[in-house]
């Protein structure tokens, strides 16, 4: 189907009865197809297609490309990713390290199927992945997961395992640690609430979703700011989840402006 939408075309949503319209060629209309694209791409399950170098990889288009900036922008030197699923994700951070010539992935998951772990080792990339496989917030894993990252300057952790409010809120006690000064920690599928409406959504995505841990953490950790620049492109399954770490410097800044 092609859509005919000429510069005077409105966008109306009707819910429950109730209707919605705004101009097409509006920042509302951006925001509502960005919406509506994201809640039906949850639906027909998009973010399962995408492959990185042959590997499944469950992302949508959008932050893939954003993850890439800020790969790019922080040269990382240990990525730790919690939930590897195939292993795509895993793939493209490594391939993005192995253009800069440096660094290394640490892939965690409670379960990395043979086939998928068979896939991930034959590939490539593997020579700059670990994998680690037991529960992102068992102590052992956590403790691997330290020793790997312990001389490194700088430390990239997205979490994409578990999306429960709690299990993200306990990831991010966890890992939120060794992201290292002016590094992000990225917490993936904030948006399980807001497409909790769709026809294969459950009610108790409302609360229990990961946008619930990130708001609970920033409001009682200072020491991470959430950076909006990553979720520009309107759609994402990310919002608010990429969160900065303050450098001590900007902590003392923060701390002198406080005072005055
Ligand atoms: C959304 S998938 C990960 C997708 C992957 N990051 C990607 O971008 O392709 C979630 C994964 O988290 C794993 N998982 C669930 N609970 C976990 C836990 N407690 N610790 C580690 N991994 C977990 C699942 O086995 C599953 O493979």
Redesign the pocket.
């Known amino acids: 189907m092609k859509t005919t939408a000429h510069p005077d075309a409105r966008l109306a949503l009707t819910t429950k009865g109730e209707t919605t319209t705004v101009d097409l060629y509006s920042p509302e209309g951006l925001a509502m197809v960005s919406d509506l694209w994201l809640k039906l791409s949850a639906e027909f399950k998009v973010m399962y297609e995408p492959t990185w170098m042959g590997v ?4 949508l288009p959008h932050d893939i490309v954003q993850v890439q900036e800020l790969i790019w922008r922080l040269q990382p030197d240990v990525i730790v ?10 793939i ?1 951070s490594a391939s993005l390290l192995e253009l800069m010539g440096k660094g290394h992935v640490i ?6 199927r043979a086939h998928n772990r068979a896939n991930i080792e034959a590939h490539p990339m593997k020579k700059r992945i670990t994998l680690i496989e ?5 102590a052992e ?1 956590v403790a691997q997961v330290k020793a790997l990252t312990r001389d490194a300057k700088t430390v990239l952790v ?1 979490l ?4 429960s409010a709690a ?1 993200v809120a306990e990831e991010i006690k966890l890992y939120g640690p060794l992201v290292t000064d002016g590094s992000y920690l990225v917490v ?2 904030g948006a399980q609430g807001h497409v909790s409406d769709i026809p294969r959504g459950k009610a108790e995505w409302v609360q229990d979703n990961p946008l619930t841990a990130i708001r609970q953490f920033l409001a009682t950790n200072p020491g991470f700011v959430m950076d909006p620049h990553y979720t520009r492109l309107h759609v994402t399954s990310n919002p608010e989840g990429y969160l900065r770490k303050l450098t001590s410097e900007e902590i003392a800044a923060r701390g002198r402006a406080a005072a005055e």
């Open positions: 499944r990889i469950i992302q990713e919690t939930g590897v699923a195939h292993g795509g994700s895993l493209f892939g965690i998951d409670v379960e990395i037991g529960s992102s917030v068992a894993t997205l994409d395992s578990n999306h299990h993936m599928d």
